[in-house]
């Protein structure tokens, strides 16, 4: 019996771009579907359970940043940004509207299946972790729920992203110990950064202001320039 392939929407207007991608991922194994505008990709979202999303940034009757900010209203899949955009400025709004990952066209075949498949494996494998696990976890003055994707202390309680949960139990289980960026990458998207460390600064400073809300405006995440970071424990 054949496994069901993993299903991916495409959200590119360029058929150029389109044919290309979709070609990779379907040598890789994957079921693309594809969309070339906001609309389209929209219905599409709602009409059909895709395992990932590939997202470009301009598009045109709208925004991939719209686009992305309107699907975490109503649900979770990972998201990746891939677009000729490269300032940090970019980066930075795309993952702040509710990307996981960013990807500079063009991009390498390898780079693209390879953060693909990372992201679906972080995505399966955070489901599998939580299937027998307790639904709270308390450290110190923390508690975290792993259902609601929410942290509190005291009184306070504030929600985070999937992504940003994953990056917190794993400083959490680092005990104080320094995390360099590219652990940090490698173990939470499974796969190597190819020298980009942008997407985990962003989410770590979204984190991390969030994380403020519930702590008198402390810092429990430091950063140490250049290197990485730390829990305050």
Known sequence: M????????????????????????????YSVSTANNYSQALQMVKENNYDLIILDIILPDATGYELCKKIREFMYCPIIFMSCLELEEDVIKALEFGGDDYIVKPARPKEIIARVRANLRRAKQYIHSHENYNRYVEFKDLILDTEEYTVSNCNKIVRITPLEFDILVYLLNSK???????????NIWKTEAFDDYRTVKVHVSNLKNKLRIISNDKDIIINIRGEGYLLKV
């Open 2 to 29: 054949m496994m069901e392939r993993e299903r991916i929407l495409l959200v590119e207007d360029s058929p150029d771009i389109v044919e290309i991608v979709a070609l990779y991922l379907d040598d890789a194994g």
């Open 176 to 186: 104080g110990k320094k995390i360099s960026y590219a652990e940090l990458y490698e």
